[in-house]
């Protein structure tokens, strides 16, 4: 999963980066809304944690100008001002849920979770297809009924797989929900990591289409 | 019960009955005047009538019947009484209400006289070559009924008038005054947050006036209110997102599996803590140059506080290149000196803080007629041209942050300035990029506000805020 952040605290954006991380998310902090907006426009995120009280601007703005937009991504407001008529006007303006700050990291984890698995159209943690069956809550999979055990990697790109099976992954998208923009990315990393994971949830249940990309192979295929 | 509807309409009944009673006065006599005139000549045209009937006969022939026939024409309800005297004093006729009595002893003209009680008003002619005196009179007191009659007339409707005279008074008062009615109701019913302006449209003049000073000060409390609700905004995320930063960082340092990680997280609290502990530093000193305001001013060398401040730096804050003008230790300026002090290493500190390193601060001082002015360059990014009368409030954060700032180094070094004496001009330099921060003391008028901290909030925005029961926000702009 990844996941903008739009926040200008450094203590704080540096937590929910290295937070967020160890509940198997990847994560870009930007600082102002004109980065914000900047960075929705080139990368693709499953959302985004935005900040209201912001350097070059309000996020409710950024928020709403998104909207206008049409931006369908899901944004959970995180602010200090989390009085009734705060979180009213947030909502309104297009936020899929707020948190006051201070929190709990686990809870906005959990939020930031809930908000992009219902855009996904899913109501729970549970995805499962082909008898493979993944808790994007406790960053666990199983085959069959039988748990294996996978990294961070392999989960994000059988994750990412999964949200849409039959929809064909090329290498850069599965490789931008890898990594954020500071980490290195190997040439032949995502070929590695899918190899990796057919050996654990059997050969035949990614497909490999050459040159184009992945894909989950359908039950009956 | 002080009622403008109902001082008006005493007044208006008062006066409108005062009116009618001089009218009436004035009727009264005037008609009192006219009908004795035309009664008195009633009198005379009637004596002069008896007069030439009597002229044709011979005194001694007047019958009984000729009598009669004077007191047909005379006793129009009988008001008048005739008598017939001789010269020579024998009373040869009278009309049936007349008395015995010669009504008058005038010889001619008119005359009153009291008779069996009764006044009578009595004209006399008479004609000596017929031998014959004709006395015509009336009582008086038929006169006063026939006024009185007169004036029970004029009153009578008066006495119906008057009620609905006051209806219609209290009525058109009413509809007159119901502006002002829904003027005050309207303010009756409104919430006390509610401070939406009142509609103008419709309004008479006379109240135009109040109404659009009402809405003046609407919008003028609905301003401060929302400063006010930015200031708290502002402080409440200036200390709550460094304690957000904090718990994350806690729990990132409880439950990452990594040796390297829980480093990194305890060494962010560590930085989170230094942060959070300069901003409540700065809050407390806010606090204190509030209440610090009135405190004597005294000459102060500016080169020594500049030259204080700069000693006591930490380390940290020393990699600047600092020249200090020797200008500034012949520099004495009336001031608080420990106001002066906190100004001095705000401003200083802001200058090192927003400089790319190396950087240069020059602290130097211009005396003119009119001021001394103490100022401070640096050459730092300066500050963007819109953000220049923003940076003094407090919590603000302009575009050229740094990590350690909360808002407040400006806001403080503009109030202690203001304590100082002096006021704080902040202006880009024209020569390179980098901030001119100057203290002037006005020498011409060296009259200081009595409490520089709340000299921009009007008394009457501070009494609306205690009324609305928002003095604790606006004694305390930090909660």
Known sequence: MRILVVEDDSVLADGLKVGLGLHGATLDVVASCADGDAALATDEFDAVVLDVMLPDGSGLDLLASLRAKGERIPVLLLTALDEVPDRIKGLDAGADDYLGKPFDLDELAARVRAISRRQQGRASSYVSYNGVTLDVARLTAAVDGNAISLSRREFAILSALMDRPGIVFSKSDLEARLYGWQEEIESNTVEVHVHKLRGKIGRSKIETLRGIGYRMRTASS | ????????????????????????????????????????????????????????????????????????????????????????????????????????????????????????????????????????GDRLGLRKTFVADIMRGLLAPLFLIIPLLAFL??????????????????????????????????????????????????????????????????????????????????????????????KTALSQILFAVDRTTRLVRQLLTIARLDSESDAPLKSVNVGDVVEEVIDALPMSDKNADVTIDPVLRNTIVRANRESLLLAIRNLHENAVRHMPQPGTIRWSSETTEDATTVLVEDSGPGIPREELALVTNRFFRGRNRSSLGSGLGLSIADLAVRTSGARLRLRNRDDISGLRAEMVWDIRSPQRPANAAHTSRPYWVRVWLRMSGRSKISEAPCP
């Open chain 2, 1 to 136: 019960m002080n009622s403008l509807k109902h001082k008006l309409f005493f007044i208006l009944v008062v006066t409108t009955g005062l009116i009618w009673l001089a009218a009436t006065c004035w009727i009264y006599v005037g008609t009192t005047r006219e009908v004795e005139n035309v009664l008195d000549s009633r009198l005379q045209e009637a004596a002069r009538m008896v007069l030439s009937l009597a002229s044709s006969n011979d005194v001694g022939s007047f019958q009984k019947d000729s009598i009669a026939h004077a007191d047909e024409l005379l006793t129009y309800e009988h008001q008048l009484s005739c008598q017939i005297w001789s010269l020579d004093g024998r009373l040869v006729a009278r009309t049936s209400g007349a008395p015995d009595e010669s009504l008058s002893d005038n010889r001619t003209g008119f005359s009153e006289r009291t008779i069996q009680g009764e006044k009578w008003r009595v004209f006399t002619a008479e004609d000596p070559a017929k031998n014959v005196r004709v006395l015509v």
């Open chain 2, 169 to 262: 008074i209290w009525a058109s008062l009413n509809r007159g005054l119901r502006p002002l009615q829904t003027l005050a109701e309207d303010l009756r019913r409104r919430n006390v947050d509610d401070l939406t302006p009142l509609k103008t449209r419709d309004i008479p003049v006379e109240i135009q006036p109040i109404v659009s000073s009402l809405n003046n000060l609407f919008k003028k409390v609905k301003e401060a209110m929302r400063h006010e609700r930015d200031i708290t905004a502002f402080a409440a995320h200036e200390l709550r997102t460094p304690l957000a930063g904090l718990r994350t960082q806690a729990q990132i340092a409880m439950t990452a599996p990594d040796e390297n990680i829980r």
